[in-house]
C-alpha cells in the first residue's frame, strides 16, 4: 500500500524523501502564488486535481492531511477582486486542487512499484489538463493582435437569418431569470472541471499507466480550433453590442440593408468564435462516454444541453458557431477514435466528411450570408442537415466499430473512455 514503505527504509532514504517532499510542497506554493486566477478557467483546471486525487480512494488519515494542506494554500493564492460567488467558488476549490496535486505527488514520491505506477496514471493526466487549459488561454489570446476586425457582423446577420436572434432570445431569458442565469454561468465556466471529472472518472482504479485518450481528443480539437478561427475571426455579441445585449437586436427586415463589413471589435474580447470549441469539446465527451454509468451520460447529456444555452444566453458564441462545432467534433472524434477500431476507410469518409461540412459552413459566413436572408427555411434546413448528418456519421462509426469487435476476439484491457463500465 502506498506510504507503508516508509516503515522499512533506512534514514537515509527517509531524508531524502522528506527533502523531495519538501521541494514538491515549495513548488506547488511557488505554482500557486504566480497564477493569474482573474480567468476562471484555469482554477476550475487546478480543482479538476481533486477528482483525481479522490480516484485513489485516500483513508481518513490522508484526508485530513489533505484539507489542512487546502488551508495552507489559501495565503498564497492571489484571490480575484470580483463581486462574483463563481469566480471566488473556483478559487476555493482551486485550494483544494492544490492539496490533492500535493497529495498524488507525495504518494508518487514514498511508494514503490504497482502503486507508484497507479499514482502517475492519474498524476499524469491531471497535470496535463491544467497545462492543456493554460497554454489553450496564452495561444488563443495571440488571435486578439493579430485581428483587430473581425467579421461579427456577418455572423450577426446570419444568426439573424434564421427568423430572430437565438444568443439575444436566451441572453433575455437569463436576464429575467437568476436561477437560469447562474446555472448557465456556471456551466460555461465549469468545463474545465467536468473535463477532469469525465476524464477521472473513467480511468480505472487498478490503472498502472496514462490514458491519453481524453486530452489527446481535447487538444486536437484545440489545435484544430485555433487554425479556424484564423479564417473567420470573431468574438461575440456581448463584446460587439456591450450594454446593448441582449436588449437591442435589429428585426428581420432590416438585415438585407446592411452593409457587410469588417468593424473593430476591443482587443480584450477573444476571437474564438467560430466553430464553437465550447460545445466541440462537450459533444466529444458525451460521445465518448458510450458504456459509462447510465448516471454520468445522463448528466453529460444535460450539461450538454445547458452548454448550448449558456454559450448562446452569455453573449459568447453566435447560433451559427454552434453548428459548425458539430461537424468539427465529428471531424476529431474520426481522426482519434479512442477506444474503438472502426475501418480506416469509415474514419476517412467521417473526418472528411466533418471538415468538409466545417468548411461549408465558414464559406457560407464569410460569402453565403445575404443567400440565406432569403428565407429561414434555408438556414434552418442546413442547420438541422448538418447537425443531423453529422450524429448519423458518428452513429454509423460506432456501429462499424462495434460490429467488428463482436466478431473479433475479446479486445486486450483499455484506458479508453467507455472501455470500463
Known sequence: MPWETWKNSSPERKLLWIALSAVWF????????????????????????????????????????????????????????????????????????????????????????????????????????????????????????LYPKTYD???????????????????RAMASSLVFR?????????????????????VPRDAERPSWDVIS?????????????????ATGPVYVFGSGFPWQSLPYRTLPRLFLEQIPVTADAPRNAIPSL????????????????VALRVFLAVYLAL??????????????????????????QAILSP?????????????SSGLALTFAWLLLVRFGVKAMLVSPILPWSLALATVGGAWALNRWLVRASSTKQAG??????????GAHG
Not at 482551486?94 to 498524476?123: K, N, P
Not at 447562474?182 to 473513467?202: R, W
Request: aromatic share 14%; glycine share 8%.
Open 182 to 202: 447562474t446555472v448557465s454561468v456556471l456551466t460555461y465556466l465549469s468545463l474545465p472541471f467536468v473535463m477532469a471529472l469525465v476524464y477521472a472518472f473513467c
Open 217 to 233: 481528443l481535447l487538444m486536437l480539437a484545440g489545435l484544430g480550433g485555433w487554425a479556424l478561427y484564423n479564417l473567420v475571426p
Open 408 to 417: 473479433d476476439l475479446p479486445p486486450a484491457p483499455s484506458l479508453a473512455l
Open 339 to 351: 477506444g474503438t477500431r472502426p475501418v480506416l476507410a469509415r474514419r476517412v469518409i467521417a473526418a
Open 26 to 145: 515549495v513548488l506547488l506554493l511557488w505554482a500557486a502564488r504566480g497564477m493569474d486566477f482573474t480567468n476562471p478557467y484555469l482554477p476550475f483546471a487546478v480543482a479538476g486535481g481533486l477528482v483525481f486525487y479522490l480516484r485513489t480512494a485516500p483513508k481518513p488519515p490522508e484526508q485530513a492531511i489533505w484539507i489542512l494542506a487546502s488551508a495552507a494554500f489559501a495565503p498564497v493564492v492571489r484571490f480575484p477582486h470580483a463581486a462574483n460567488w463563481i469566480v471566488s467558488g473556483s478559487c476555493v476549490l482551486a485550494l483544494a486542487g492544490f492539496a490533492a496535486f500535493l497529495m498524488l505527488g507525495l504518494r508518487w514520491l514514498w511508494s514503490q512499484g504497482t502503486d507508484r505506477r497507479r499514482t502517475v496514471a492519474l498524476l499524469a493526466p491531471a497535470a496535463a489538463m491544467v497545462f492543456f487549459v493554460f497554454s489553450a488561454q496564452r495561444a488563443l489570446s495571440l488571435a486578439n493582435l
Open 307 to 332: 452548454t448550448v444555452a449558456s454559450t448562446l444566453g452569455t453573449g459568447e458564441h453566435y447560433f451559427v458557431d454552434l453548428v459548425a462545432g458539430v461537424p468539427f467534433a465529428l471531424m476529431v
Open 278 to 293: 465550447h460545445l466541440a469539446w462537450v459533444l466529444l465527451l458525451y460521445w465518448n462516454t458510450r458504456g459509462q454509468a
Open 153 to 171: 457582423l456577418y455572423l450577426y446577420v446570419f444568426d439573424g437569418s434564421f427568423g430572430f436572434q437565438p444568443s439575444f432570445l436566451l441572453g
